[in-house]
Nanobody
Framework: QVQLVESGGGLVQAGGSLRLSCVAS????????MGWFRQAPGKEREFVAA????????YYAEFVKGLFTISKDNGENMWYLQMNSLKPEDTAVYYC??????????????????WGQGTQVTVSS
């Protein structure tokens, strides 16, 4: 079982930046990759960014390309989402997620087995 805990959310003005963190823990932690999703009020949870471990590929939703960066701390089971040039429409609860196996679909919610509790990001205009 893997536990994920996000942090780093908060209130920021439009054009500002935030860095979200996610730490994985558990008795037998095996990380196959990582993903970030977000959910705004009244909307479905949507894909934001992902990174797969076996091939090192990185994926971004079109609306965050060039603005958000996903990365990992090489020494720890911690990864990050650097968010720059934030807009009010980026306001959402952000979740980190981890799959429980190889061969998962990194852009799909169903590809992930473990989820954090979410961290609120609010961007004011």
């Amino acid at each position: 079982q893997v536990q994920l805990v996000e942090s780093g959310g908060g209130l920021v003005q439009a054009g500002g930046s935030l860095r979200l963190s996610c730490v994985a823990s558990g008795r037998f932690v095996r990380i196959y990759g990582m993903g970030w999703f977000r959910q705004a009020p009244g909307k479905e949870r949507e894909f934001v960014a992902a990174k797969t471990w076996n091939d090192g590929n990185t994926y971004y939703a079109e609306f965050v390309k060039g603005l958000f960066t996903i990365s990992k701390d090489n020494g720890e089971n911690m990864w990050y989402l650097q968010m720059n040039s934030l807009k009010p429409e980026d306001t959402a609860v952000y979740y980190c997620a981890s799959p429980g196996r190889w061969g998962y679909q990194p852009l799909l919610r169903d590809g992930y087995d473990y989820w954090g509790q979410g961290t609120q990001v609010t961007v004011s205009s």
